[in-house]
Protein backbone atom coordinates (compact mmCIF):
# COMPACT_ATOMS: atom_id res chain seq x y z
CA UNK A 1 0.00 0.00 0.00
CA UNK A 2 2.81 2.32 0.66
CA UNK A 3 3.85 2.14 -3.32
CA UNK A 4 0.42 3.01 -3.96
CA UNK A 5 0.39 5.80 -1.54
CA UNK A 6 4.07 7.50 -2.60
CA UNK A 7 3.15 7.10 -6.35
CA UNK A 8 -0.83 8.78 -5.70
CA UNK A 9 1.24 11.93 -3.82
CA UNK A 10 3.89 12.09 -6.45
CA UNK A 11 1.00 12.49 -9.12
CA UNK A 12 -0.72 14.97 -7.00
CA UNK A 13 2.38 16.91 -6.22
CA UNK A 14 2.85 17.33 -9.86
CA UNK A 15 -1.01 18.35 -10.90
CA UNK A 16 -0.54 20.77 -7.81
CA UNK A 17 3.09 22.35 -9.62
CA UNK A 18 1.12 22.50 -13.35
CA UNK A 19 -1.98 24.32 -11.96
CA UNK A 20 0.59 26.34 -9.97
CA UNK A 21 2.49 27.35 -13.30
CA UNK A 22 -1.15 27.81 -14.66
CA UNK A 23 -2.19 30.25 -11.83
CA UNK A 24 1.20 32.59 -12.89
CA UNK A 25 0.77 31.98 -16.64
CA UNK A 26 -3.08 32.95 -17.25
CA UNK A 27 -4.50 36.32 -16.89
CA UNK A 28 -7.78 36.26 -16.68
CA UNK A 29 -9.86 36.25 -13.53
CA UNK A 30 -11.64 33.46 -14.62
CA UNK A 31 -8.54 31.07 -15.20
CA UNK A 32 -7.30 31.91 -12.10
CA UNK A 33 -10.10 31.17 -10.14
CA UNK A 34 -10.62 27.87 -11.65
CA UNK A 35 -6.59 27.26 -11.20
CA UNK A 36 -7.00 27.80 -7.53
CA UNK A 37 -10.32 26.01 -7.46
CA UNK A 38 -8.35 22.60 -8.61
CA UNK A 39 -5.25 23.09 -6.28
CA UNK A 40 -7.74 23.14 -3.47
CA UNK A 41 -9.01 19.69 -4.99
CA UNK A 42 -5.71 18.21 -4.60
CA UNK A 43 -5.16 19.58 -1.33
CA UNK A 44 -7.54 18.46 -0.24
CA UNK A 45 -6.97 14.76 -2.30
CA UNK A 46 -3.34 15.05 -0.69
CA UNK A 47 -4.84 15.42 3.18
CA UNK A 48 -7.41 12.53 2.15
CA UNK A 49 -4.14 10.36 1.07
CA UNK A 50 -2.26 11.50 4.35
CA UNK A 51 -5.01 10.26 6.62
CA UNK A 52 -5.24 6.78 5.11
CA UNK A 53 -1.22 6.71 5.33
CA UNK A 54 -0.86 7.63 8.71
CA UNK A 55 -4.63 6.43 10.06
CA UNK A 56 -5.65 9.51 11.93
CA UNK A 57 -8.88 11.44 11.57
CA UNK A 58 -7.60 14.68 11.80
CA UNK A 59 -6.82 15.17 7.86
CA UNK A 60 -10.25 13.62 7.29
CA UNK A 61 -11.82 16.80 9.38
CA UNK A 62 -8.92 19.29 7.97
CA UNK A 63 -10.01 18.15 4.33
CA UNK A 64 -14.17 18.48 4.94
CA UNK A 65 -13.23 22.01 5.81
CA UNK A 66 -11.05 22.29 2.93
CA UNK A 67 -13.56 21.36 1.13
CA UNK A 68 -16.16 23.80 2.37
CA UNK A 69 -13.94 26.66 2.27
CA UNK A 70 -12.94 25.98 -1.81
CA UNK A 71 -16.58 25.73 -2.41
CA UNK A 72 -17.64 28.89 -0.77
CA UNK A 73 -14.69 30.76 -2.15
CA UNK A 74 -15.66 29.47 -5.87
CA UNK A 75 -19.39 30.96 -5.34
CA UNK A 76 -18.28 34.07 -4.35
CA UNK A 77 -15.75 34.46 -6.96
CA UNK A 78 -18.17 33.05 -9.79
CA UNK A 79 -20.82 36.04 -8.49
CA UNK A 80 -18.06 38.82 -8.44
CA UNK A 81 -17.05 37.54 -11.65
CA UNK A 82 -20.54 37.78 -13.34
CA UNK A 83 -21.64 41.07 -11.48
CA UNK A 84 -18.44 42.53 -13.10
CA UNK A 85 -19.58 41.56 -16.31
CA UNK A 86 -22.82 42.87 -16.25
CA UNK A 87 -21.27 46.31 -15.01
CA UNK A 88 -19.17 46.33 -18.27
CA UNK A 89 -22.12 46.01 -20.58
Avoid: K
Wanted: include cysteine; proline fraction near 1%.
Amino acid sequence: MTTVENVVLAVLALAAITTVWRIVRRSTLGDRAVAFDLLTAIITCALLVSAARIDDGLPLDLAVMLGLLGFLTAVTVARFIESREGEEQ
